[in-house]
Structure formats: C-alpha cells, structure tokens
C-alpha cells in the first residue's frame, strides 16, 4: 500500500507540473497552437508519466483514495503559480491545503484496499464507447463551448481515464493493459481531459473552472468505484469517511477558485 501511496503522490506532483506547462501555454496562444506547442508538449508527455505511476497506484487503491490523492495536485499547481507565474496563494489556501491532506489521509486510513471489481470486457468495452462519446462532444463543443462546459468535459475525460485505467489493471500487471480494449479509452480519456482543460484555461477569466475539473474527477470515479467495482468502507468509517470526502472536494473547491482559478486571469 505504501508504495501504491507514493505512485500516488507522484503522479499528483506530475500533473501539477503538466498543467502548470499547458497554462503557461494557453496564455501564450490560442485554440489548436495552445495544445501543440512546445511547453504544452511537455505537459503532454508528463502527464502520460503522471497516468502511468496513477495505474501503479490503482493496483492496491481505491478509486476514490487515488483520485483524493491526485487532487493533491492543486496543491502543487498553487505553489507553482506562486514560485512560475507571480500568483501570491490567500491564507485561505493554505488552510484548504491543510484540510485536503488530512482529509486524503482519513481516507486511506478509512478506505479498504480493493480486491476486486470488474475486468470484464463489457466493462472495458464500456470505457470504450465513453471515451469515444466523450471525444465526439468535445470536437462538437470545442470551438464555441465555454469555459465551464470544457472544464465538464475535462472532469469527464479524467474520470474516463481512471475508470479505464483501474479496470485494465485487473486483467493483468502493466505490460497488459497496451493489449486491452481499455488502453484506448485510457488514452481517449487523458486526450479529451488535456485538450478540454488546455480550451478552458485558454479562455478562462473566471475563478472556479478548475473546481470543476476537480471536484468531477474526484466524484466521479469514486462513485463509480464504490457502487460498480466492489470499493468498500472500513466498517464504523463510514461517516469519517464522509466527511473527508466532502472536505477533500470543499479544499479543491477552494483552493481552485484561488491562484489556481486565475492561471489565465
């Protein structure tokens, strides 16, 4: 589990940096050239290696567990910002810091390791037909969607990729999965995640476009975690459990609608 833990992090501490690149990108051009330029390349590849250690990470972690752990990364993205872009953090952030990772340590402390789930190619066949549903609207939306529809479709398509990743690492270790029906929908999903996220700061001057992406891609695979791939509670944490789980989306919420929500203000 520790080790699963630190995949975790490191995936977390990854996909700050990526969105740190693909924000400076955004600010730096616009529609198709924010997603392909250099930095934003960059991004690209380190946010393969953040999906990468996330599947390590899925091997002996819930879903929502991994997902409260990556939503870490807002974390990171305020320091970042600070230390980057010049985007001095609010006291309020530094408590919402606080609380987010109490809040992901009550969770693995009241979160039981998953032994099972689906794996079965009608879930992952599933994944495939959302990722594919999911890439169809973003193309449909993206030259006129506004910053919000994007940041949906952002959450959405990270959630996709966890789904798809936690549900390829059940049919085997990690060389497996290039061979499944869940690799492309991992990969649709990372796509439409990165170039919906890449739209919305783009053309973000609001706070709280990245709350969304957040509080979607915590909420989302962990629903779906607890109530289709066999994540359970610790008996009697049930309530801590909770609590921790609306902490964790009330500190992204937060600390989003801070430095974060201003990356392109």
């Known amino acids: 589990m520790a080790l699963a833990l630190i995949a975790a992090l490191l995936a977390a501490v990854g996909y700050s940096c990526a969105t740190l690149l693909q924000a400076t990108s955004a600010r730096r051009a616009t529609g198709l050239a ?71 340590v009550l969770l693995c402390l009241g979160w039981q390791t998953h032994e099972g789930g689906s794996g079965s190619m009608v879930a992952q066949l599933s994944c495939m037909a959302a990722g594919a549903c999911l890439l169809v609207v973003l193309l449909a939306t993206y030259r006129r969607g506004s910053p919000v529809v994007m940041a949906v479709l952002s959450g959405l398509g990270y959630s996709i990729s966890a789904v798809s990743s936690r549900e390829a690492i059940l049919t085997g270790g990690l060389v497996h999965i290039i061979f499944q029906p869940c690799a492309a929908a991992m990969v649709m999903g990372g796509v439409c995640g990165g170039l919906a996220l890449i739209r919305a700061l783009e053309r973000s001057g609001a706070d709280g476009v990245a709350a969304v992406t957040g509080v ?38 937060v600390l989003a609608r801070g430095p974060v929500g201003r990356l392109t203000g």
């Open 34 to 104: 924010a997603a392909v330029a250099p930095l934003a390349l960059a991004g690209w590849v380190i946010d393969v290696a953040s999906r990468l250690m996330a599947v390590l990470a899925f091997q002996r972690l819930s879903l929502f567990v991994v997902e409260a752990v990556l939503s870490m990364q807002l974390i990171g993205i305020v320091v970042g910002a600070w230390i980057w872009l010049g985007l001095r953090p609010r006291l309020w952030d530094a408590l919402a810091a606080v609380v987010i990772v109490v809040a992901v």
């Open 216 to 253: 979607i891609g915590v909420l989302v695979p962990g629903l779906i975690g607890l109530l289709l791939l066999c994540d359970v509670v610790q008996p009697g944490w049930e309530v801590v459990t909770g609590l921790a789980v609306v902490a964790t989306l009330g500190g992204c919420v």
